[in-house]
């Protein structure tokens, strides 16, 4: 996959049954590239919350956060995003080439398979379906790009929260992988999956 061209912060349309004032309208949603000086301090404690465990960066300090979103943007199959939620970072996208990163040689790739990952900000006062949201919002960005067909996730195989999160989004298990990091639920969301759940 070669590097999307950059989003511009514009709101994504909201869809029929929600209203803008609503945590759950993805209008209110916009996305910006990761800037890793700048950053890195809030990524940093984002990644080493307790909540963030299968992030697998509990232990990296703010430098390691840096360096490692400085290796994402200089790289050629990989995106990292901040996500902003009425202008204000909420979450971190990352997008990637599954057959080139992460997942190569793992599984079967097919032409318009986009890997994606993402991890909600800690909330001091959680908002109820907030995280739902933003599921459905990294979704609708992804396939904004017609060049996408399906998007490929590999969270933790233990990560039970998020295999049910993904199922509302349309995602459907296909295996159980190993990964140089975890064990893993692979899993598919095909544009028309993702489109019957909206």
Not at 46 to 52: C, L, R, S
Not at 122 to 133: K, L, M, N, S, W
Request: charged fraction near 20%; charge should be neutral.
């Amino acid at each position: 996959m070669t590097a999307a061209p950059t989003p511009t912060p514009t709101p994504t349309p909201v869809p029929a049954g929600h209203s803008a004032g609503s945590p759950a309208a993805p209008g209110r949603f916009t996305f910006r590239p990761v800037d890793p000086p700048a950053d890195a301090a809030l990524l940093h404690r984002w990644v080493t919350h307790p909540k963030a465990v299968f992030w697998l960066m509990g232990d990296a300090n703010r430098y390691d956060v840096e360096r490692a979103y400085t290796d994402i943007a200089q790289a050629p199959h990989q995106d990292a995003f901040i996500g902003l939620y009425d202008g204000s970072p909420a979450f971190l996208m990352e997008r990637y080439d599954p057959a080139r990163v992460e997942l190569a040689g793992l599984y079967p790739a097919e032409p318009g398979d986009v890997g994606m990952h993402f991890l909600v900000a800690p909330a001091e006062q959680p908002v109820h379906g907030f995280t739902r949201a933003v599921i459905r919002a990294v979704m609708t960005e992804l396939f904004a790009d017609p060049a996408t067909r399906r998007v490929v996730v590999e969270p933790d195989v233990r990560n039970t929260a998020v295999h049910a999160l993904n199922r509302t989004v349309g995602f459907e298990p296909a295996a159980r992988i190993t990964t140089p990091h975890k064990v893993a639920l692979l899993s598919f969301c095909t544009r028309a999956r993702f489109e019957a759940t909206r």
